[in-house]
């Protein structure tokens, strides 16, 4: 009986993904009918028809899911819950899975719908450090998130080498400081001055670069399709997935089972909960007590039309970088790390980096920018100012593409949106169980910023080896470990927990940093 229901349940959420692929593809193909010259009305409407054929579909699939999924629950609860469908649950729900769990994700919308669908896709990998402690775990995170992508497949996965590009003299001093850091810790990395720098990607020739740094081993990824591949290998390892369930509420049961009330009035048991729902995990940490040092904060994409093989590698400039270490990160009680600009919305820098995209994304250029507060956690809307802040640093750096100019980019079919990202207060991802909190099986994987799809496949990795490890094994392991640090929070008489996370060998540092109650 229950290994039929595990079917029922695995062909359901494949359903689910097969509608979800069919609405990608609606909208993909709509956004190329409206921007065909001609008949555009009549393409209008069929792009408007095709969309709505397919989220009927996928509300159809979704439903029949969510009923599979309450029976599921009415039998026993699942081993593990995950909360949020973005890269970070995705992965989660993906290696827990592989691993023999009985996992059930939820999502608010639809997976990879938010920043994880909308980001620039960038990975950053120079090796393995030598030595990874503290300082060092974000590198081994993005070097393992790399090869994890690359293994997953049908996410265009590019190893096409980056460019760390310096255009002035205080940025090419700290790109060089940190230069001889990476080299002097065996991370792979090269040296080169402007010429050198043109040869490597000569669509940076005539612009500002006056040296830069080459990572070989850095490229892209599609984060969408990275996002959807997640789901889809977690499905056909029996995870049940459900869309449009939005976790409003979780609490832990007499029976010290968790229990997540969603925004339709289901009930779903769990013995062990991931909390990666984004830049909504504080909203539903709050509900057991707890308070996650993690807000919104908007992060600004545009694009620009490009022939196929216009630009080579992913760039990355370092205006921002130098800005934050001559004055300091920005931070304070209430504003998060790295911002561009402070909390009344006034500029401190500029940020870059960015890729070419692949014949998914028709070839175009895709840069991020801008990061800064929203004014509420629905706020999607484009800065005025940011609109042609991006565009007018990419020309700057890529002055090939000056032809189209930030306004004639828009008008050849070059666009801009923003996704609301998960900003920890102090820059580190928030990864660890909260059990000092007497909370045993509730795990935080979240506040990894720009970094979810850099860090934050390996991250769950770990963390679902050590879920797993809890959820199926009887032999007892030592519990994360927990120190407590005073910390004022909003005025509050409160305490912060920081969660100093037991990394699974050969990596056992600790980066993470966690919330209190």
Same mark, same amino acid.
């Given at each position: 009986?229950?290994?039929?229901?595990?079917?029922? #349940?695995?062909?359901?959420?494949?359903?689910?993904?097969?509608?979800?692929?069919?609405?990608?593809?609606?909208?993909?193909?709509?956004?190329?009918?409206?921007?065909? +010259?001609?008949?555009?009305?009549? %393409?209008?409407?069929?792009?408007?028809?095709?969309?709505?054929?397919?989220?009927? /579909?996928?509300?159809?699939?979704?439903?029949?899911?969510?009923?599979?999924?309450?029976?599921?629950?009415?039998?026993?609860?699942?081993?593990?819950?995950? =909360?949020?469908?973005?890269?970070?649950?995705?992965?989660?729900?993906?290696?827990?899975?592989?691993?023999?769990?009985?996992?059930?994700?939820?999502?608010?919308? @639809?997976?990879?719908?938010?920043?994880?669908?909308? &980001?620039?896709?960038?990975?950053?990998?120079?090796?393995?450090?030598?030595?990874?402690?503290?300082? &060092?775990?974000?590198?081994?995170?993005?070097?393992?998130?790399?090869?994890?992508?690359?293994?997953?497949?049908?996410?265009?996965?590019?190893?096409? !080498?980056?460019?760390?590009?310096?255009?002035?003299?205080?940025?090419?001093?700290?790109?060089?400081?940190?230069? /001889?850091?990476?080299?002097?810790?065996?991370?792979?990395?090269?040296?080169?001055?402007?010429?050198?720098?043109?040869?490597?990607?000569?669509?940076?020739?005539? !612009? &500002?670069?006056?040296?830069?740094?080459?990572?070989?081993?850095?490229?892209?990824?599609?984060?969408?399709?990275?996002?959807?591949?997640?789901?889809?290998?977690?499905?056909?390892?029996?995870?049940?997935?459900? /869309?449009?369930?939005?976790?409003?509420?979780?609490? %832990?049961?007499?029976?010290?089972?968790?229990? *997540?009330?969603?925004?339709?009035?289901?009930?779903?048991?769990?013995?062990?909960?991931?909390?990666?729902?984004?830049?909504?995990?504080?909203?539903?940490?709050?509900?057991?007590?707890?308070?996650?040092? $993690?807000?919104?904060?908007?992060?600004?994409?545009?694009? #620009?039309?490009?022939?196929?093989?216009?630009?080579?590698?992913?760039?990355?400039?370092?205006?921002?970088?130098?800005?934050?270490?001559?004055?300091?990160?920005?931070?304070?009680?209430?504003? +998060?790390?790295?911002?561009?600009?402070?909390?009344?919305?006034?500029?401190? $820098? %500029?940020?870059?980096?960015?890729?070419?995209?692949?014949?998914?994304?028709?070839?175009?250029?895709?840069?991020?920018?801008?990061?800064?507060?929203?004014?509420?956690?629905?706020?999607?809307? =484009?800065?005025?100012?940011?609109?042609? @802040?991006?565009?007018?640093?990419?020309?700057?750096?890529?002055?090939?593409? %000056?032809?189209? !100019?930030?306004?004639?980019?828009?008008?050849?079919?070059?666009?801009?949106?923003?996704?609301?990202? +998960?900003?920890?207060?102090?820059?580190?991802?928030?990864?660890?169980?909260?059990?000092?909190? !007497?909370?045993?099986?509730?795990?935080?994987?979240?506040?990894?910023?720009?970094?979810?799809?850099?860090?934050?496949?390996? *991250?769950?990795?770990?963390?679902?080896?050590?879920?797993?490890?809890?959820?199926?094994?009887?032999?007892?392991?030592?519990?994360?470990? =927990?120190?407590?640090?005073?910390?004022?929070?909003?005025?509050?008489?409160?305490?912060?927990?920081?969660?100093?996370?037991?990394?699974?060998?050969?990596?056992? *540092?600790? $980066?993470?940093?966690? @919330?209190? =109650?």
């Amino acid at each position: 009986m229950m290994m039929a229901r595990k079917n029922l #349940l695995a062909a359901a959420s494949c359903t689910v993904l097969y509608a979800a692929h069919r609405r990608k593809r609606a909208i993909c193909e709509g956004a190329e009918l409206r921007r065909a +010259p001609s008949d555009a009305s009549a %393409r209008a409407t069929r792009a408007t028809t095709l969309l709505r054929i397919a989220e009927q /579909e996928a509300a159809e699939a979704a439903a029949a899911l969510a009923a599979e999924t309450a029976a599921q629950t009415a039998d026993a609860p699942s081993d593990v819950l995950v =909360v949020g469908g973005g890269i970070v649950g995705a992965s989660v729900a993906f290696h827990a899975s592989r691993l023999g769990a009985r996992v059930t994700l939820l999502e608010k919308a @639809s997976c990879g719908c938010e920043a994880s669908g909308l &980001s620039a896709g960038t990975l950053y990998d120079v090796g393995v450090p030598e030595r990874v402690d503290a300082s &060092s775990a974000a590198l081994y995170l993005r070097a393992g998130s790399a090869s994890i992508l690359e293994a997953l497949g049908g996410c265009e996965f590019n190893r096409c !080498g980056a460019l760390d590009v310096a255009a002035t003299p205080p940025e090419v001093k700290l790109l060089r400081q940190d230069f /001889e850091a990476a080299r002097s810790a065996g991370l792979q990395c090269s040296w080169h001055e402007a010429a050198e720098v043109h040869a490597l990607e000569p669509a940076l020739a005539g !612009g &500002s670069a006056l040296a830069a740094v080459h990572t070989p081993r850095s490229g892209s990824v599609q984060p969408g399709l990275a996002t959807l591949a997640f789901v889809e290998g977690a499905v056909a390892a029996g995870c049940a997935v459900r /869309e449009g369930a939005e976790v409003v509420s979780l609490r %832990r049961t007499e029976a010290g089972l968790y229990e *997540a009330l969603t925004s339709d009035g289901d009930r779903l048991l769990a013995k062990q909960v991931v909390l990666a729902a984004g830049a909504w995990s504080a909203k539903v940490a709050r509900s057991v007590g707890v308070h996650v040092p $993690c807000v919104p904060v908007k992060g600004v994409v545009a694009t #620009l039309p490009a022939e196929p093989n216009a630009l080579s590698k992913v760039i990355f400039d370092m205006e921002s970088r130098a800005c934050f270490a001559a004055e300091g990160d920005g931070r304070d009680d209430e504003m +998060p790390a790295k911002c561009t600009h402070d909390r009344r919305g006034e500029r401190r $820098c %500029r940020k870059l980096y960015g890729k070419q995209c692949g014949e998914a994304d028709n070839h175009q250029l895709l840069f991020g920018g801008d990061r800064l507060l929203p004014d509420s956690d629905s706020d999607y809307a =484009v800065p005025s100012a940011s609109r042609l @802040s991006v565009r007018e640093h990419v020309l700057e750096l890529l002055p090939k593409f %000056r032809d189209f !100019g930030p306004a004639r980019a828009v008008e050849a079919g070059g666009g801009e949106w923003a996704g609301l990202m +998960p900003f920890a207060h102090d820059g580190k991802p928030i990864v660890g169980e909260l059990s000092r909190l !007497g909370l045993d099986g509730l795990w935080l994987c979240c506040g990894f910023g720009p970094a979810g799809i850099m860090e934050g496949p390996k *991250a769950a990795q770990v963390l679902a080896e050590l879920v797993v490890e809890d959820v199926l094994h009887t032999t007892p392991r030592p519990r994360t470990r =927990v120190a407590m640090a005073d910390a004022e929070s909003g005025g509050d008489d409160a305490r912060w927990a920081r969660v100093a996370m037991a990394w699974m060998d050969p990596c056992r *540092a600790g $980066c993470c940093v966690a @919330s209190e =109650v």
